[in-house]
């Protein structure tokens, strides 16, 4: 009888034994399951159909150079697909695309290569701890309100400091939460745009100090710099207004000055859940010659456009849709033409897109 209860009893502790050693294999997987590495997919599809409505709309057709849907009727916009794995601390990002406007984002792509061309980001980054970021490779610029991606944006069409201003840089940036929304960025890069590699051997330098959603960012090479600030204020839980300014000022290799400066206004109102409304209000100058894309002016003289953009956001859960009306008035006769081929100082259009983000 004894032998038999130190059997039964041996049994049990057995059991508890098995039944420890799995709790704790359990709560190990749990906690492995935590830890092991992370691939996501995340990006957007957008199309667009767009018309002048004091201009051609057939071949003769002309768009704001800075719309980023300057295309006539029925139109492509970019597929954006965004890949990205992170293991612990440490991480990597690879974010494509495909179509017009992600070729427009692109531009200086390829120079080495057959297929830069769809790289809009591609980076590895390091938490160092709860303070330092460290990232190295091909990220898209930190000045500006607006981005490439059109789910960034609230206007679909793109501000005129958006597309004089840089896309991307590529180089080595490290990035500080000092905590209580204060945060810095330092970085050293390739000259703007050169995304592939440095074909120059020359550098740029990037700042931004950051404070409770305002910035203040700085973009300095050898020839040229840019000082640029972006913001907002939220009013009220339906109204924000966003702004963003910057000059910019160049030197080319035959000591011809070009620069540019701007400021825009974006106040938007919620009027429901489903619905909000934007405009956004920019006034862009060319100064000493420019980059003449304001019109056909003497080289050496200035040319102004002021843009206004209404644009309507309707929200149908991952989908989104943009009715928007633009009006641009330039100082340049030949910056846009009338009905007639006429050179033109203004142009009116109408774009209506659809968004989706996934």
């Known amino acids: ?81 965004v890949a990205s794995y992170e293991a612990s601390n440490v991480g990597v990002v690879a974010d494509l695309v495909f179509g017009p406007r992600g070729t ?12 830069a061309n769809i790289i809009n980001q591609m980076y590895a980054y390091w938490n160092v701890n709860e303070t330092v970021t460290l990232t190295m490779g091909n990220f898209n610029t930190f000045l500006g309100y607006e981005v490439i991606s059109p789910v960034g944006n609230f206007n679909y069409s793109t501000s005129y400091l958006f597309s004089y201003g840089p896309f991307s840089h590529t180089g080595l940036k490290a990035d500080f939460d000092f905590g209580d929304e204060v945060t810095l960025m330092a970085a050293i890069m390739n000259p703007t745009d050169l995304t592939e590699y440095n074909p ?44 963003n300014a910057a000059y910019f000022d160049a030197t080319d ?32 100058v060319e100064t000493e010659g420019g ?35 633009r009006l641009d008035s330039a100082s340049e006769d030949a910056t846009f033409i009338d009905n007639d081929l006429n050179p033109s100082k203004s142009l009116s259009s109408f774009v209506l897109a659809a968004v989706y983000s996934f």
Do not use: C, H
């Open 1 to 81: 009888m004894f032998k038999f209860a130190q059997l039964i009893l041996n049994k049990i502790i057995i059991m508890k034994k098995l039944i420890t050693l799995l709790s704790i294999a359990v709560v190990g997987f749990a906690f492995g399951q935590e830890e092991e590495p992370k691939l996501t997919f995340s990006g957007s599809v957008d199309a667009y159909y767009r018309a002048n409505l004091d201009a051609p709309n057939d071949e003769n057709a002309i768009a704001p150079g800075s719309s980023f849907a300057n295309l006539s009727g029925f139109s492509l916009g970019m597929a954006n697909i």
């Open 104 to 115: 427009d984002a692109v531009f200086a792509s390829p120079m080495n290569s057959n297929s």
């Open 200 to 243: 120059t051997g020359d550098y740029s330098v990037g700042v931004q100090f950051g404070y409770k959603g305002q910035y203040l960012n700085y973009l300095a090479s050898q020839d040229s710099f840019e000082i640029d600030f972006t913001g907002g204020i939220d009013f009220s839980d339906t109204f924000f207004l966003g702004i």
């Open 253 to 284: 290799d035959v000591d011809i000055d070009t620069s540019f400066a701007g400021v825009a206004l974006y106040p938007q109102l919620a009027t429901s859940e489903a619905f909000s409304l934007g405009l956004r209000a920019e006034y862009f």
């Open 291 to 325: 980059a003449g894309a304001i019109g056909a002016y003497d080289f050496n003289g200035d040319a102004d456009v002021f843009a206004l953009t209404l644009t309507g956001n309707y929200n149908l859960g991952n989908l989104m849709i943009k009715p928007e009306f």
